[in-house]
């Protein structure tokens, strides 16, 4: 991402939840400094919460160097239950050429300054016809935040790529929910995904069951201990025992938090900044892109064993002699889920 900031030449808009100040930030924020002061536009769109954490200093910084930066849904003491919609979303735009997705945040926690291990998150860069829609998505969401209107018109290169692979961005959260329960109904060979956090609907919970029973590899790459809300991990684990008994896999990954939000069905797959939980759902503003290709699903699907490799699997029988505390840290938090939502 900061290659491609560097290469910029015309415009560069950049959109994510988590924008932190420290070295990550500090190498971002010279990168689009720069940018902006060489005569590219730069337009930031952050969510006002997730950087509460972007010093004032580091602000001005930018503003100082003529980018221009909006903030989403601005907290308020008045504005009370409205305060829980955020943009989640993770999108760079860059010349309307290229554009990366994901789910990682401009922080520290992704490429730590100190000797200790980054999260484990999944980008994907893309090119091609679909990038009218990912700058469709920025405009509307620039537009509701700043005030001020912005359209896009995508160079001709962008338009008329002749693109190798399928695909499609679902910016709508009940239409990321929609594709990957309608895809993992529709599965023949495999169904698997890695969330941060598992709160699904019931809807998706049936569709993996089935997918199962009818011969499909089901697998849920979850986090392990090591995880940024363990209170959602301990609500997600109450389905454990059912998806289990009905011959769903389930791996906790081990070595360090996974933040990666992907789902692979066969060939298909969608990655982005939507985690397939109620919460996410409910009240944030989420994008992914879906990929329909035999190519890139290998690489996908190569991704995955390698993190299952370094995960533990569960089984059920195993699973029912977990001891009382941790059925109550289920128990509990699944209460304080249900009520959240």
């Known amino acids: 991402m900061l ?3 560097s290469a910029a ?6 959109e994510f939840y988590l924008f932190e100040s420290g070295s990550v930030a500090d190498r971002f924020i010279g990168a689009l400094a720069t940018a902006s002061r060489r005569g590219v536009t730069v337009k930031m769109l952050l969510d006002d919460f997730g950087s509460l954490e972007l010093s004032t200093r580091d602000r001005q910084q930018l503003i100082d160097a003529g980018v221009e930066l909006a903030f989403y849904n601005r907290l308020g003491f008045s504005r009370w239950l409205h305060n ?30 100190r000797p200790e ?21 920025f405009a509307e969401a620039w537009t509701r935040s700043a005030g001020r209107m912005l359209t896009f018109e995508a160079p001709a290169t962008a338009l008329g790529a002749a ?8 910016g709508a959260n009940a ?4 594709s990957v329960v309608a895809r ?29 029973a009818r011969g499909a590899d089901v697998r849920l790459l979850l986090p392990g201990p090591l995880t940024d809300h363990p209170g959602v991990r301990h609500a997600g684990r109450r389905f454990y025992a ?100």
């Not at 030449?9 to 950049?14: A, C, D, G, N």
């Not at 829980?84 to 730590?112: C, M, N, S, W, Y």
């Not at 999944?122 to 990038?131: A, E, H, Q, S």
Request: with cysteine.
């Open 117 to 137: 291990l980054p999260w484990r998150e999944t980008m994907i860069r893309i090119d091609g016809p679909v990038l009218g829609d990912w700058q469709r998505l």
């Open 242 to 341: 059912r998806l289990l008994r009905n011959k769903v896999r389930i791996f906790e990954f081990q070595p360090r938090v996974i933040h990666a939000k992907t789902a692979l069905c066969d060939d298909w797959v969608s990655i982005g900044s939507s985690n397939l939980d109620r919460w996410n759902l409910r009240w944030n503003l989420e994008a992914n892109q879906e990929v329909e290709d035999r190519e890139f699903a290998a690489q996908v699907r190569a991704m995955f064993e390698a993190d299952c490799r370094e995960s533990v699997e569960l089984h059920h029988a195993s699973w029912e002699q977990r001891p009382w505390h941790v059925r109550l840290r289920e128990r509990v938090w699944g209460i304080v889920a249900r009520w959240l939502t």
């Open 9 to 14: 030449r015309r415009s560069i808009e950049l």
């Open 84 to 113: 829980l919609f955020r943009d989640h979303r993770k999108l760079l735009l860059v010349d309307g050429e290229q554009a990366f997705v994901g789910g990682a945040g401009i922080t520290d926690a992704f490429d730590p300054p």
């Open 184 to 212: 993992a109904r529709r599965a023949r060979k495999r169904v698997w995904i890695a969330t941060a956090y598992f709160v699904p609907s019931w809807k998706l919970l049936r569709a993996l069951r089935r997918a199962a």
């Open 163 to 170: 693109g190798q692979m399928r695909g499609r961005v679902t």
């Open 3 to 5: 290659e491609c900031i």
């Open 175 to 178: 239409e990321i929910k929609r």
